[in-house]
Structures are given as structure tokens and as C-alpha cells.
């Protein structure tokens, strides 16, 4: 006879069925919610990789055109001074004015670019990012109150008007203002440098603090960890050359000015016996279409050129064993003006215990082009004459984006915190700066003892990078490809 408490079966039963079907639901919405997450996170990198193709060709579009007005600049200037000698006179108004119109194009032009490169992203969905945009604005601030007093203006304006750096500051600034979604990867800061030679301005050994990589400090920094009692250890920095302010720190082109075409080579080839003077006199006659006498080479004026540093062989910035499917054809073979912008996309997760999730997408496009034969590259005279009329994407690798990628805030910690520092120690450095909290981080006695005691330890699992080297790179980090 059953007991008058037992509960019947039947309820049993369904107390466990409805036990199972809540396991059930609360399985089938974790799955929901991390499938909801996972498309989420798909679209956030297709959205990504469209706005950051579509910026990095935007601004590469932009440095093609500019290349090419400077170009026919050079080409008016040339016409120009042809009709002055033709008159007897030694100089031309019209190629002054060419001359400083292709100095503002320098500037202007990549800027159109960085401008254009922020509208492809947001057409394609991305958000503005806060700190892309504060690094813009600061930077902006910097050039209004440091460059006029340290840089020569690349460009002169009449009296009474604003000068060329403040043209530039209101520039970024409006820029700026209107929100930033592409950080351009590849800028030049006039302020940034790095040496290996003094630590202070090693971005790798920044990094090395910040990720405690012990292994760093074995290889390039022994003594130091070994020795260093506090700032007073540091030797003084040396004296920084500041370099000649023709091209834009942000997507720049890579140019010079030479005052003369004798300092350019010849644009004869091997089988022409023509002089130096005689042959870029053919050359520019057929450019403007009119003769140009063989004294043009000796006129002094500002002729806008290639960099030799940045227009090289392509070949020569291409990693070793780099996956091409072809070879790169001669005519395309130079780096030169190129444009990396990152994007990032940050999106909330909704599944239980996950955090937000940022979605980093980096691209670089560069112009193309040839000289009038199709087989030439454009930089092989020197010159500037217009020969882009296609744009295209490429790895990352063979742009001129530095590893591990751009360093906000590395020209200002450079130039503004770091002699205050020497000065008078770690009470002198900046807040809200990162490299400030790695040097304060560097200071602390126990965190200075804790690589070595790792070290003591551990050292034999230290591996020298394949290649050799150790030193981390000039940024620190690995290069990147897509």
C-alpha cells in the first residue's frame, strides 16, 4: 500500500520533463545569443575590410592626382622659363608662382586625401573613433604652437594673411572636427624619431616594459637592467635634426626640390649620346610642346623631384618569400607614395559573460603609372611629370606603414616629455601619456628586480628572432598583410 506522502509518478514525471525542457531553453538561448554574436561579428568585419579598402583607396586616389598637378606644374614652369630665355631673361613670374602653387599642393593635396579617406569609411558603416580623433586634434594644437617657431613654412603667403602652419593646424583641424574613422597608418610626424642608440628613443623598449618582455632587455639591454638606479643614470639625448618640410605628414608623396636640373640624372637613354643639357631640353620640348633651350638646366628655380629615399624599387620593401603570384613587372617596380589607413569597429556582444569586442582591419593602396612608353617607372628621370592613372590595393607589407603599426603620441612624448624628465625625474612626466607610464613603470626599483630575477632564472628559454637582430624593430610588434 503506497505511503499517504509519496508524490504520484505521473507529477514526478513532468517535474523532471519541465527540469529538462528549462535546460533545454536555457541551452538554446546561449546558442541564439552566440549565433546572433557570431553574425554580428561577421558583418563588423565585412563592414571593416570594405571601409578600410575603400578609405586607403580614397587617399591613394588623392596623392595620384597630386602627383600629377605637381607634375604639370613642373611642365608650366618649364614652359615658362623657356619663353624667358628665349627673351633673354634669366627668370619668369609664372614659374615663381608654379613653384610655390606646387609647395601648397604638397600639403593640400594628401589632406584632400585624409578628408576623402574619412568619408569612404563612414559610406561604408564605420564609426567615428574617439581616439583617432583626440590623436588628430592634439596633433593639430602641436603644429599651430610649435611648428612655426621650429619649421620654415613650405610655402610663403602675403603679408597680412596666416601663415602656412596655420593654414596646415585649420586644415587637420577641420579634418579633425568632422570625426576620424580611418587613423592613417603610414603618417610621418616631423617630431617622431627613434634611435637605437639611446633607449629613451627606442619604441622597443617601451614595449618591452609595457609587455615586461625580459627576454628583450637579454638581448639589447643588460647592463641596463643590471645598473640603472634612477633618472639621473641617463645620458643626455642627442641633438634632433629636423627634416625639410616639403611633404605632408599625412599620406606625403615623397618629394624634394633640387634648384637645378643638373642635379637630376639624365633623361637620355643608354643608346642616345646626347649631352646632359641636351637631352632633358628634348625631353621637356616634347612635354610642353614648344622648344626649350638647352640652358634651362642652369636656371636656378625650385623644381619639385622624387625622394630618393622613398622611390626605390618595390622589390627592395617586399619581405623575402613574400606570396607573389607573378613577378612585379619594371614598370611597376618603386615604392613611393602610398596610403595605409586601420579601422576599428567595436560592437557590444550580447552572449552571458562576454565582453566587448574590437575588430581592427588594416589596408594600403598606392597610385600607379609609367612614363610615355609604358615600361618606364615615373620616378626614373627624377622629375615629377604626370604619369598615374590607376590605383590599386596592395599588402600591407609592402606599404610604407611602419611595424606594428602608427605611434600616437610617440613625436609629442618625444619633443615635450622627455626633457622635463632629465630634468627633473618622473614627477615631470606627463599624465594620460603611455610612454610616461612605462617610464614610471621603469623607475620602480621591484619591477626593474623582477626581470632580473626572471632572467636569473629563465634566461636559456630566450630565443634570438629567425634573422638575427633581437632589437624588436625601431616600433616594436610584427609586420602586417592581407
Given at each position: 500500500m503506497p505511503s499517504p506522502n509519496a508524490i504520484p509518478r505521473s507529477r514526478s514525471k513532468r517535474g523532471q520533463?519541465?527540469?529538462?525542457?528549462?535546460?533545454?531553453l536555457v541551452i538554446l538561448t546561449v546558442v541564439g545569443l552566440w549565433n546572433f554574436d557570431l553574425h554580428k561579428i561577421l558583418r563588423i568585419k565585412h563592414l571593416a575590410r570594405n571601409g578600410g579598402d575603400a578609405a586607403a583607396l580614397a587617399a591613394a586616389r588623392w596623392q595620384a592626382i597630386t602627383l600629377n598637378l605637381i607634375g604639370e606644374l613642373n611642365i608650366v614652369q618649364a614652359a615658362a622659363l623657356a619663353d624667358a630665355l628665349n627673351h633673354g631673361l634669366s627668370n619668369s613670374p609664372v614659374a615663381a608662382a608654379a613653384s610655390d602653387l606646387q609647395g601648397r599642393l604638397c600639403f593640400a593635396g594628401p589632406l584632400a586625401g585624409l578628408a576623402a579617406a574619412q568619408l569612404a569609411a563612414k559610406n561604408n558603416g564605420i564609426h567615428v573613433q574617439p581616439d583617432f580623433t583626440r590623436s588628430l586634434l592634439q596633433h593639430a594644437t602641436l603644429v599651430r604652437r610649435e611648428y612655426p617657431i621650429r619649421y620654415t613654412p613650405p610655402y610663403q603667403n602675403p603679408p597680412g594673411t596666416p601663415g602656412a602652419w596655420e593654414e596646415y593646424a585649420d586644415m587637420l583641424e577641420i579634418i579633425g572636427r568632422l570625426g576620424i574613422a580611418a587613423d592613417p597608418e603610414n603618417r610621418r610626424l616631423y617630431a617622431d624619431v627613434s634611435s637605437s642608440d639611446h633607449y629613451l628613443l627606442n619604441p622597443a623598449f617601451y614595449d618591452a616594459i609595457a609587455s615586461r618582455d625580459w627576454c628583450w632587455f637579454y638581448f639589447n639591454a643588460m647592463s641596463l637592467l643590471q645598473t640603472y638606479r634612477s633618472w639621473h643614470d641617463w645620458p643626455p639625448l642627442p641633438f634632433f635634426h629636423d627634416p625639410e618640410p616639403i611633404n605632408s605628414e599625412y599620406f606625403g608623396l615623397g618629394l624634394r626640390t633640387v634648384p637645378r636640373l643638373l642635379a637630376l640624372p639624365t633623361p637620355a637613354s643608354p643608346d642616345n649620346p646626347a649631352t646632359h643639357a641636351q637631352a632633358w631640353a628634348a625631353e621637356l620640348?616634347?612635354?610642353?610642346?614648344?622648344?626649350?633651350?638647352?640652358?634651362?638646366?642652369?636656371?636656378?628655380t625650385r623644381w619639385f623631384c622624387y625622394r630618393d629615399a622613398d622611390w626605390f624599387p618595390w622589390t627592395d620593401r617586399i619581405p623575402e618569400r613574400f606570396p607573389f603570384i607573378e613577378p612585379v613587372r619594371n614598370a611597376f617596380n618603386y615604392a613611393g607614395a602610398d596610403a595605409a589607413v586601420r579601422i576599428e569597429a567595436t560592437l557590444r556582444r550580447v552572449s552571458p559573460g562576454a565582453s566587448g569586442t574590437t575588430v581592427g582591419w588594416t589596408a594600403a593602396a598606392k597610385p600607379f603609372g609609367s612614363l610615355h612608353d609604358q615600361q618606364t617607372p615615373p620616378h626614373r628621370f627624377g622629375l615629377v611629370i604626370p604619369a598615374f592613372h590607376d590605383v590599386r590595393l596592395i599588402p600591407v607589407d609592402t606599404s610604407s606603414a611602419p611595424a606594428g603599426g602608427s605611434r600616437p603620441g610617440w613625436g609629442i612624448h618625444i619633443r615635450l616629455h622627455l626633457q622635463p624628465y632629465l630634468q627633473a625625474g618622473p614627477s615631470a612626466l606627463a599624465p594620460g601619456c603611455w610612454y610616461c607610464d612605462q617610464l614610471h613603470r621603469w623607475e620602480n626599483a621591484s619591477f626593474r628586480q623582477e626581470g632580473l630575477d626572471w632572467l636569473r632564472q629563465f634566461h636559456h628559454l630566450c630565443r634570438l628572432p629567425e634573422g638575427g637582430g633581437g632589437s624588436g624593430g625601431s616600433s616594436g610588434g610584427t609586420r602586417r598583410g592581407h
Amino acid at each position: 500500500m503506497p505511503s499517504p506522502n509519496a508524490i504520484p509518478r505521473s507529477r514526478s514525471k513532468r517535474g523532471q520533463v519541465l527540469i529538462l525542457l528549462a535546460v533545454v531553453l536555457v541551452i538554446l538561448t546561449v546558442v541564439g545569443l552566440w549565433n546572433f554574436d557570431l553574425h554580428k561579428i561577421l558583418r563588423i568585419k565585412h563592414l571593416a575590410r570594405n571601409g578600410g579598402d575603400a578609405a586607403a583607396l580614397a587617399a591613394a586616389r588623392w596623392q595620384a592626382i597630386t602627383l600629377n598637378l605637381i607634375g604639370e606644374l613642373n611642365i608650366v614652369q618649364a614652359a615658362a622659363l623657356a619663353d624667358a630665355l628665349n627673351h633673354g631673361l634669366s627668370n619668369s613670374p609664372v614659374a615663381a608662382a608654379a613653384s610655390d602653387l606646387q609647395g601648397r599642393l604638397c600639403f593640400a593635396g594628401p589632406l584632400a586625401g585624409l578628408a576623402a579617406a574619412q568619408l569612404a569609411a563612414k559610406n561604408n558603416g564605420i564609426h567615428v573613433q574617439p581616439d583617432f580623433t583626440r590623436s588628430l586634434l592634439q596633433h593639430a594644437t602641436l603644429v599651430r604652437r610649435e611648428y612655426p617657431i621650429r619649421y620654415t613654412p613650405p610655402y610663403q603667403n602675403p603679408p597680412g594673411t596666416p601663415g602656412a602652419w596655420e593654414e596646415y593646424a585649420d586644415m587637420l583641424e577641420i579634418i579633425g572636427r568632422l570625426g576620424i574613422a580611418a587613423d592613417p597608418e603610414n603618417r610621418r610626424l616631423y617630431a617622431d624619431v627613434s634611435s637605437s642608440d639611446h633607449y629613451l628613443l627606442n619604441p622597443a623598449f617601451y614595449d618591452a616594459i609595457a609587455s615586461r618582455d625580459w627576454c628583450w632587455f637579454y638581448f639589447n639591454a643588460m647592463s641596463l637592467l643590471q645598473t640603472y638606479r634612477s633618472w639621473h643614470d641617463w645620458p643626455p639625448l642627442p641633438f634632433f635634426h629636423d627634416p625639410e618640410p616639403i611633404n605632408s605628414e599625412y599620406f606625403g608623396l615623397g618629394l624634394r626640390t633640387v634648384p637645378r636640373l643638373l642635379a637630376l640624372p639624365t633623361p637620355a637613354s643608354p643608346d642616345n649620346p646626347a649631352t646632359h643639357a641636351q637631352a632633358w631640353a628634348a625631353e621637356l620640348s616634347a612635354l610642353t610642346h614648344q622648344t626649350v633651350p638647352p640652358e634651362i638646366v642652369w636656371v636656378e628655380t625650385r623644381w619639385f623631384c622624387y625622394r630618393d629615399a622613398d622611390w626605390f624599387p618595390w622589390t627592395d620593401r617586399i619581405p623575402e618569400r613574400f606570396p607573389f603570384i607573378e613577378p612585379v613587372r619594371n614598370a611597376f617596380n618603386y615604392a613611393g607614395a602610398d596610403a595605409a589607413v586601420r579601422i576599428e569597429a567595436t560592437l557590444r556582444r550580447v552572449s552571458p559573460g562576454a565582453s566587448g569586442t574590437t575588430v581592427g582591419w588594416t589596408a594600403a593602396a598606392k597610385p600607379f603609372g609609367s612614363l610615355h612608353d609604358q615600361q618606364t617607372p615615373p620616378h626614373r628621370f627624377g622629375l615629377v611629370i604626370p604619369a598615374f592613372h590607376d590605383v590599386r590595393l596592395i599588402p600591407v607589407d609592402t606599404s610604407s606603414a611602419p611595424a606594428g603599426g602608427s605611434r600616437p603620441g610617440w613625436g609629442i612624448h618625444i619633443r615635450l616629455h622627455l626633457q622635463p624628465y632629465l630634468q627633473a625625474g618622473p614627477s615631470a612626466l606627463a599624465p594620460g601619456c603611455w610612454y610616461c607610464d612605462q617610464l614610471h613603470r621603469w623607475e620602480n626599483a621591484s619591477f626593474r628586480q623582477e626581470g632580473l630575477d626572471w632572467l636569473r632564472q629563465f634566461h636559456h628559454l630566450c630565443r634570438l628572432p629567425e634573422g638575427g637582430g633581437g632589437s624588436g624593430g625601431s616600433s616594436g610588434g610584427t609586420r602586417r598583410g592581407h
